[in-house]
């Protein structure tokens, strides 16, 4: 990720990011957020099939293999809504795929990362 990201470093587009590891979209997201912030997440992307057998296989929740599995995301930007064009055409130009995935949002009942 990090001609990627440097180059949206160089243009002061990012405003925070999130490596999806371990501990999923459910614990990473959260640690780059301020306190009062959560996100929403849509599924926009397309999830490798790996993920679905394992997932059926296992008998694994939505919840948890949110919380558990990448499902195909490697990396979480945080950016301004007013900076997506630029962030969309600098990813374009270096041939990189990116998702407009969710939004930051109000914490509700201390959840703070809805996947739907």
């Known amino acids: 990720y990090l001609k990627p990201v440097m180059a949206l470093m160089k243009h002061k587009l990012i405003k925070g990011m999130a490596h999806i590891t371990g501990g999923g979209f459910i614990d990473n997201i959260p640690r780059v957020l301020p306190d009062d912030l959560g ?57 990189e795929t990116c998702y407009l995935m969710g939004q930051t949002t109000d914490i509700k009942n201390g959840v703070r990362v809805v996947v739907k």
């Open 39 to 95: 996100v929403r997440i849509e599924k926009v992307w397309p999830v490798p099939p790996i993920f679905d057998f394992l997932c059926e296989k296992g008998e694994v929740s939505e919840l948890e293999r949110y919380k558990v599995f990448n499902m195909g995301i490697g990396m979480v930007l945080i950016i301004d809504k007013n900076s997506l064009s630029n962030v969309e055409t600098i990813l374009a130009e270096m041939n």
